[in-house]
């Protein structure tokens, strides 16, 4: 089996910073596109970045130039530096990735538990 364990959530003022990791465990054979989603309260997840195995990214338009997304393709794990943070990017952060595990000849989607960051005014 494959877990995903964020981690770095917390609370933070307007304009701050945060760091969240996220590290994939077990059998794992390779790693694909990994990512971070958001779901703030009544409202749908929604992409926040991703990163493919050879390092290209993409950013949801509200959180390009404050969001950098990074992986450590060694260590199984994905990063998300958030700097200018606002009110609005409070939500629950999850981060998510394609892995095949195992003797497994496909890749499978995995989610983490979630970690939850709140920007206050």
């Known amino acids: 089996q494959v877990q995903l364990v964020e981690s770095g959530g917390g609370l933070v003022q307007a304009g701050g910073s945060l760091r969240l990791s996220c590290a994939a465990s077990?059998?794992?054979?390779?790693?694909?596109?990994m990512g971070w989603y958001r779901q703030a309260p009544g409202k749908q997840r929604e992409l926040v970045a991703i990163?493919?195995?050879?390092?290209?990214?993409n950013y949801a338009d509200s959180v390009k130039g404050r969001f950098t997304i990074s992986r450590d393709n060694a260590k199984n794990t994905v990063y998300l530096q958030m700097n200018s943070l606002k009110p609005e990017d409070t939500a629950v952060y999850y981060c998510?990735?394609?892995?095949?595990?195992?003797?497994?000849?496909?890749?499978?989607?995995?989610w983490g538990q979630g970690t939850q960051v709140t920007v206050s005014s």
């Open positions: 998510n990735a394609d892995v095949r595990a195992g003797i497994s000849r496909r890749y499978d989607n995995y």
């Open positions: 077990g059998s794992i054979f390779s790693i694909n596109t």
């Open positions: 990163i493919t195995s050879g390092g290209n990214t």
